[in-house]
């Protein structure tokens, strides 16, 4: 049985029968600017994360997880090394299953023959290819966020309380809170008030350092959804799920709030309720560093719910020379298939697949991204590399702060971004 904090119980029978009735719509078209040139040709959801993953992924196997199999991903932002990805990697369901994952690009389908304006927008343009499926609830997603949940139990939410729409949210520092959704809530989390990105977020009462803020995901029953998208349409709105659409339901509809901590997939001994905005290069650096720590917030281990991907057939990760002045070794490290360390030494570093790091190198508390080359004698400190770099022999980052933001982009907290660009602009 679904269990809920109100302690509303729904059959899994009918929460599964419901989830085949259920299509997901993955919204997938920013370039997440504040990642700086690790967007300049993928969209945030295709940027590597993890090892082997793309940040899309966690959203796509959250859905397969959760017994939802029928999924529309809307792109638009250089979508190119996205659409490959998924169409490479993420073709095992069965179309005569009424299984699918369809990519919905902007295609200009209405009569303005406009890209997508804004969220509600993206999903208001492929309402013919929506309604064609018939889905009972329609379940809109953000694909740049890290997090695993169960919509299952979001779901069995909607359905107990008999909502129009529910907004899954979580608690943020009220500071954190100023890029959010920010609600206000009843006893029986209905939602009373609706703030996109305040200037001043309202405190959860009792709370006063925190807000609610929003998750970018909604439950929309789907007749519902199709007629405020209509209705939006033909509004001056800047068509987005967060600014209009949601707001003006409040005091309306029945609007429901549904916490993160309910439908958290967490491992045993987890302390947080793991969600990630990897959107800022500090965020991102952070986040796949704690990866290589003993015991990370986030558990990418979990058999009982597997982050699907592509990955190419590549071979082991091998280390070579064992001599006092170069040996190849990695601690407290992550080193993805197809790397070779090579009389170097990598600790607390995340390595992606193809990386090779050549003799006496050092790199620590750093991210290479796959296909990336370090030369001999260069040393590597709290930076990310991005993909298919050189690194010159004998350079150094991460150890002068001046010189590094000369040739480099670092950020406030001292991490440091190389690009192929940047290097290319080195002085000879």
Known sequence: MYELRERTRVP???????????????????????????????????????????????????????????????????????????????????GEFNEFIELLPAQQRTTGENWYKGTADAVYQNLDIIRAHKPEYVLILAGDHVYKMDYGRMLAHHLARGADVTVACLEVPLEDAKGFGVMAVDDDDNILRFDEKPA????????????????????????????????????????????????????????????????????????????????????????????????????????????????????????????????????????????VISGATVRRSLLFSNVRVNSYCLVEDSVILPDCDIGRHARLRRCIVDQGCVIPPGLVVGEDPHVDAQRFHRTDKGVTLVTSSMLKNLEP
């Open 200 to 339: 001043n977020p309202r405190p959860i009462p009792g709370k006063p350092g925190m807000a609610l803020a929003s998750m970018g995901i909604y439950i929309f029953n789907a007749q519902f959804l199709y007629d405020r998208l209509t209705v939006d349409a033909d509004q001056a709105t800047e068509h987005d799920f967060g600014k209009d659409v949601i707001p003006a339901l409040v005091g309306t509809s029945k609007l429901i709030a549904h916490r993160f901590q309910d439908s958290c997939v967490m491992h045993e001994g987890a302390k947080e309720h793991y969600w990630r905005d990897v959107g800022t290069v500090d965020a991102y650096w952070e986040a796949n560093i704690d990866l290589t720590t003993v015991t990370p917030a986030l558990n990418i281990y979990d058999e009982n719910w597997p982050i699907w991907t592509y990955q190419a057939q590549l071979p082991p990760a091998k280390f070579v020379f064992d001599a006092d002045t170069r040996r190849g070794m990695a601690v407290d490290s992550m080193v993805s298939g197809g790397c």
């Open 12 to 94: 899994d029978i009918e929460v599964t029968e419901r989830l085949r009735r259920t299509l997901a719509l993955v919204l997938a078209g920013g370039r997440g600017s504040r990642l700086r040139a690790l967007t300049d040709w993928h969209a945030k959801p295709g940027v590597p994360f993890a090892g082997k993953f793309r940040i899309i992924d966690f959203t796509l196997s959250n859905c397969i997880n959760s017994g939802i199999r029928r999924i529309g991903v809307m792109t638009q932002y250089k979508a190119h090394s996205l659409l490959q990805h998924i169409q490479r990697g993420w073709g095992f369901l069965r």
